[in-house]
């Protein structure tokens, strides 16, 4: 059950920013208080969705063969998330957002990268 859930964890947070993306603009808190605050939760959001991908190769792969795909998909999840918006009332795509997410998604890798580089440079025992 543990396996199937960590398989399913990047699947399951798409699930949920899809249902917040597709909520009215009104439904959802003001996160505006600190100009462009929102494109530090867009970054976190997908930041947190390599993560979830990290989580359900890990430990069975290196971050450099999962994240040939993962990073693609994510970025491309990002792109389509922004279209799904404009379809929502009351809430609009925005370019801005995408780069928030793709720059969320670069940060992540560079972290599981560096983190996959450390590791296969210690020695084992």
Do not use: T
Not at 46 to 73: G, T
Not at 80 to 107: C, K
């Amino acid at each position: 059950m543990i396996r199937l859930l960590r398989r399913a964890a990047p699947y399951i947070w798409m699930g949920v920013i899809f249902c917040v993306s597709h909520s009215p603009s009104d439904g959802l808190p003001n996160v505006n208080l600190v100009p462009h605050f929102d494109k530090v939760i867009h970054a976190g959001v997908y930041a947190f969705l390599v993560c979830c991908f990290a989580v359900s190769q890990m430990p069975y792969r290196d971050a450099r063969v999962w994240l040939r795909w993962a990073a693609p998909v994510a970025v491309a999840y990002a792109i389509s998330d922004e279209v799904h918006q404009s379809f929502v009332p009351g809430r609009n795509a925005d370019v801005a957002d995408v780069i928030a997410d793709v720059a969320g998604v670069a940060l992540a890798s560079v972290f599981f990268l560096l983190r996959s580089r450390g590791s296969a440079s210690e020695p084992s025992q």
